[in-house]
């Protein structure tokens, strides 16, 4: 159990390549922290110079109050699991979790005791004698888990565990590690891409992209407070509505949000944190969720272009001029007609809009520079 | 219980589907790589199978220039194999083989599999490679150059003579000394052979997960551990199969390289089978039938040795060639 603090981290290839741009971070202890972003935003890279596996180009990283940045990563007290599991073929489970234990040259009897410990915490005793061939996916994967756990590492690394199985055992062991941090209670730093993983599993989460940090955050904060256009395209499934060409006007000393020609005044909230941060009349693109469109009601309308039947729900694409609108319906109390060409009416809480500086891309009302984690480039886009 | 009544209406029947014979259908899907395989097997066929049918005079009183089978063939059942064991070079030429063939494996065998390890635990991949072209070269020099090159080296006339005599010392070639010839054969075919076997292990060390290794740095492993946990048994089914092969072919040294290397003051010990059977088979007053015999009795040893080394290894490790 500790902290792990990282001080402008930054990881120059020999190439000149840079994968991660001064990253800032400060991981309380038995935080479960989440490092999500697309392919190749340098949440590995900065996972791997936290495991010691990549040299890190400049900056500090303390585990625990130390200064790691020379250690070797046998000597940083830490586990790591790895996406493809990473288990010796040769050797049986047993030997894969006690395979540390015995370069430690800890006794038979203790290396038996905690091995078997941890093999029925996660219940894999009857597959100890099994080499990893013999085990499935998810079997492999607690048994990935469970080499790191033998070791009581004062930090746990996870390298996107859960990529290679299926969706439904991916369900399963997401559920399992939940358990299991409960259980074991230390420090963990989790990457993924899946940004599911990281809302259900961490108690805050990093958004990276380009090797930049964009916004650290509780999943609450991510979802309902996006610093930026990625944020806000990232995060949620599906993807956040996004209507761009649209004006923030400020009339009578009122703000308003223009989306498609219809008017919405912001609630009490954004009018004080736009006056707040001295926000001018702008070109905007307005950001709403699809949970948080209302159908059937409202001046603004689309054509529905596919309907798609989820069970609980219908998810509707529809075409609203040149932007693509998502709605979310229940089918449970389902009035509109939802067929393919149909145009339906909908609107928003206005207080519920999210409000992008088309130039810079950032939110006009959660956006703050100085609690950037780092300087993130412009991000005008959200993709 | 409710009762469902209607009326059920007559299945309606399609034309019966004839059933595809899974074999043809089978060939047919993979008839691009039946036919990418195809010349490989003529030129096996051809060069490797048809020829067996010439060891048929291995049991013929057979003269050159005769047809291996008409009418007037004359049948000697084993007398050419129980010549040969009567022969009072049998035992001598079994042991200069067997001798030559074990030194050569014992040497040779594990020599390609720790210098593989080793350029693969190299940090500098760019070193790696400078020694693998290093090592391989050897490889493509011709044995007549190679036994050149040792002439120039450790004949009366070579190097060393000359230094030898440069301080006043004698010299005697290394090819006139009996006792020279074995280490000279086995470390010079070592030595030219160990970097082009190296290659299918290094091949195979390339598929080993990098992140097999990083869990073994992050579990405290060594750089010689992780050889040893994790290098090793990756290449281990590779090592398994180039065994089996290599017992198989125990026996089977060529004659091409003991001939060059061959006089008439090391002809005890470098009188190997092949070269007794190129001897008797193709100089002099041919005896192509008892020739053939001694090749097929060679032969048969290897096929023996190929079976029990596959036997035991699929017994042992779960790796085999069949």
């Known amino acids: 159990m500790a902290e792990v603090i990282l001080k402008d981290l930054k990881k120059v290839y020999d190439n000149k390549v840079t994968a991660v741009h001064d990253v800032n971070l400060h991981i309380k202890d038995k935080e479960f922290i989440v490092l999500v972003g697309p392919s190749g935003c340098g949440k590995s890279t900065t996972l791997r110079m936290v495991a010691g596996l990549e040299e890190i180009s400049d900056g500090e990283l303390y585990i625990d109050g130390r200064l790691v940045n020379e250690v070797a990563p046998k000597d940083r007290d830490i586990a790591m699991v790895f996406q493809n599991y990473a288990l010796y073929p040769h050797m049986t489970v047993y030997d894969n979790m006690a395979f540390a234990l015995k370069l430690r040259k800890v006794s038979k009897a203790d290396i038996d005791k905690k091995v078997r410990e941890v093999a029925e915490i996660l219940d894999i005793t009857q597959y100890l004698s099994r080499k990893p061939k013999a085990l499935s996916g998810g079997q492999r994967q607690r048994v990935a888990i469970g080499r790191a756990m033998v070791r009581d590492p004062k930090v746990f690394l996870m390298d996107e565990p859960l990529s290679n199985l299926d969706a439904k055992l991916r369900n399963q062991m997401r559920a399992e590690i939940i358990k299991l941090r409960s259980r074991i209670n230390t420090t963990f730093m989790y990457v993924t891409h899946d940004q599911t993983e990281a809302m259900t599993l961490g108690d805050r989460i990093v958004i990276m992209k380009d090797g930049f940090v964009n916004q650290i955050g509780t999943p609450q904060e991510v979802f309902n407070k996006p610093v930026n256009l990625f944020v806000a395209g990232f995060i949620g499934m599906p993807v956040m509505n996004f209507f761009d060409r649209c004006k923030l006007l400020l009339e009578g000393g009122k703000y308003y949000a223009e989306i498609r020609g219809v008017k919405f005044e912001l609630d009490e909230f954004q009018q004080k944190a736009l006056k707040k941060n001295g926000v001018e009349p702008c070109d905007i693109v307005a950001g709403i969720r699809p949970q948080h469109v209302t159908v059937g009601e409202g001046k603004l309308s689309a054509t529905i272009e596919v309907s798609e039947m989820m069970g609980s729900e219908y998810n509707i694409h529809a075409r609203c001029g040149e932007d693509e609108v998502v709605m979310l319906i229940p089918t449970v109390d389902l009035t509109t007609d939802v067929s393919m060409g149909k145009t339906v009416s909908f609107t928003t809480k206005p207080g519920l809009i999210q409000l992008f500086d088309k130039a810079t891309g950032n939110n006009l009302i959660w956006f703050d520079a100085d609690s950037m984690a780092n300087n993130a480039p412009v991000c005008k886009s959200y993709e | ?322």
Request: hydrophobic share 50%; glycine share 6%.
């Open chain 2, 1 to 322: 219980m409710d009762t469902v009544t209607g009326t059920l209406s007559a299945p309606v029947l399609s034309k019966p589907v004839k059933p595809v014979n899974r074999k043809w259908k089978h060939l047919r899907e993979n008839a691009p790589f039946l036919l990418m395989i195809l010349p490989a097997v003529v030129v096996v066929f051809l060069f490797c199978y048809l020829p067996i049918y010439g060891v048929l005079i291995a049991f013929q009183d057979f003269m050159p220039g005769d047809p291996i089978l008409s009418k007037d063939t004359i049948w000697v059942g084993f007398e050419n194999f129980s010549r040969f064991f009567n022969d009072p070079q049998f035992w001598p030429l079994m042991k200069n083989t067997f001798l030559i063939c074990i030194f050569g494996f014992v040497i040779g065998f594990p020599l390609p599999i720790i210098i593989s390890l080793t350029l693969n635990a190299l940090k500098s991949k760019k070193v790696g490679k400078t020694l693998q072209t290093i090592f391989t070269a050897p490889h493509f020099i011709s044995l007549v150059v190679l036994v050149g090159m040792l002439s120039l080296f450790f004949g009366s006339g070579g190097l060393l003579a000359s230094i030898a005599r440069h301080f006043g010392g004698e010299y005697e070639s290394l090819f006139l000394k009996d006792s020279a010839f074995r280490p000279l054969y086995i470390l010079s075919s070592n030595w030219q052979d160990f970097g082009w076997s190296a290659v299918i292990y290094i091949a195979a060390l390339s598929n080993v997960d990098p992140q097999q290794h990083e869990a073994a740095i992050l579990d405290g492993a060594t750089r010689f551990q992780r050889v040893i946990h994790v290098d090793l048994p990756a290449i281990m089914p590779m090592i398994s199969v180039m065994l089996i092969m290599s017992i198989g072919g125990l026996m089977g040294v060529g004659y091409e390289k003991a001939l060059l290397m061959q006089t008439d003051a090391n002809l005890s010990v470098s009188e190997l089978v092949s070269t007794y059977v190129y001897k008797r088979g193709l100089t002099g007053v041919p005896d192509q039938a008892y020739a053939s015999a001694i090749g097929l009795f060679n032969s048969v040893i290897n096929v023996v040795l190929l079976i029990i080394a596959n036997t035991t290894s699929k017994k042992f490790s779960e790796n085999s060639l069949w």
